[in-house]
């Protein structure tokens, strides 16, 4: 039985037992049938919290294993590429400078050449 249907049924014996008016002679058996029925429905309720609640935390678990893992995912992938480019980098910087070196000596040689002239 679904949640709703259990709470809607439980609100119609509720309703039942405190609206319904009966005879003197029906009225112990029909309002024991009424206890019963309360009974089971508000058993199945608790049930179904205890098996909502249960599953809930099933799904937290799976989900934060899930998160967990994608995590751990990125920060592996986000460390390689910082690897790569530091890499690329120090490649770059021993370029950059060799370039600096050049240019310094062509600076050089340019004065030379001016002060001959």
Request: overall charge neutral.
């Amino acid at each position: 039985m679904s949640w709703g249907l259990l709470a809607k049924t439980l609100r119609i014996v509720s309703t039942l037992r405190y609206n319904v008016r009966m005879n003197e002679e029906h009225a112990p058996a029909l309002r024991s049938d009424l206890n019963a029925t309360e009974t089971r429905l508000t058993a199945n309720i608790e049930s179904v919290e205890v098996r909502l609640k249960s599953d809930v935390e099933s799904l937290e678990t799976r989900l934060l294993e899930r998160i967990e893992k994608s995590e751990t995912t990125l920060l592996r992938e986000f460390r390689k590429s910082a690897i790569s480019f530091e890499s690329r980098f120090r490649a770059n910087q021993v370029l950059v400078e060799g370039f600096s070196d050049r240019m310094v000596s062509l600076e050089e040689r340019v004065s030379d050449l001016e002060q001959r002239n």
